[in-house]
């Protein structure tokens, strides 16, 4: 069955780049979505890749997807303090029914100075 | 505009008790999913309303748990006779796209955190 997968905590220091990984089973899978979780609220979209897709790059973001590996990771460049949160990967997938997103367990990441 | 809401924010209810839960989806939004939250266990999905087709239930735990919505807007979620296992915070999505219909963002509430004495 499907399953995402991610390691359950990061820390780095101000200023480093942050690399959270995340790896998933379904071969169909699509849309790859990263969310970002602040203490006390809901999920926000943060970025997404489309399968076809390796590379997608959002001013500090960079999501690389290795489709082969089913593989996929969210570079943070220059982390601030603001970036501390719990990072959420989820994947969708296209099929003829509905098809609801698996997300897996978060990463929280912890940016000290 | 607005986004999703939640409320209350936050209930505390002893075990046995019945709580609702609601949600006010972003308007227009087709679908809309109910999650749950439980302290390093990620996002757990409960069930999923898809326009005027049945919603799927898959992801309810035992028969305690029930949602509606309502005029495919507004969404209840009710638990029966709590157990302390219940205790969480309850998530609702809402989202223009039916799931699997490509690219589909998902609008997240901040969440009710229920407790269960």
């Known amino acids: 069955g499907e399953d995402v997968e991610q390691s359950l905590f990061l820390s780095v220091r101000e200023g480093d780049s942050s690399v959270i990984n995340c790896t998933y089973t379904?071969?169909?899978?699509?849309?790859l979505y990263w969310y970002k979780q602040e203490p006390g609220a809901g999920l926000q979209l943060l970025t997404y890749?489309?399968?076809?897709?390796d590379m997608k790059q959002d001013q500090r973001l960079t999501v690389l997807l290795n489709k082969k590996d089913k593989h996929l990771s969210l570079r943070i460049a220059d982390t601030q303090t603001g970036d501390s949160a719990i990072y959420f990967c989820?994947?969708?997938?296209?099929?003829?029914?509905?098809?609801?997103?698996?997300f897996g367990r978060g990463t929280s990441l912890i940016v000290h100075p | 505009g607005a986004g999703v809401s939640q409320s209350p924010s936050n209930k505390v209810t002893e075990k046995g008790k019945d709580v609702e839960l609601r949600c006010d989806p972003i308007s227009g939004h087709t679908a809309l999913y109910w999650y749950r939250q439980s302290l390093g266990q990620g996002l757990e999905f409960l069930i999923y309303?898809?326009?005027?087709?049945?919603?799927?239930k898959s992801g309810l735990p035992s028969d305690r748990f029930s949602a509606e919505r309502t005029g495919g807007s507004v969404s209840t979620l009710t638990i029966q006779r709590t157990q302390q296992e219940d205790s969480a915070v309850y998530l609702c999505?809402?989202?223009?796209?039916?799931?699997?219909?490509?690219?589909?963002?998902?609008?997240f509430g901040p969440g009710t955190r229920l407790t269960v004495l």
């Open positions: 379904d071969s169909s899978s699509t849309y």
């Open positions: 999505a809402s989202s223009l796209r039916l799931a699997g219909e490509g690219y589909n963002e998902q609008f």
């Open positions: 890749i489309f399968s076809n897709m």
């Open positions: 309303f898809q326009g005027n087709s049945a919603p799927d």
């Open positions: 989820a994947e969708g997938a296209r099929s003829g029914g509905s098809y609801i997103p698996t």
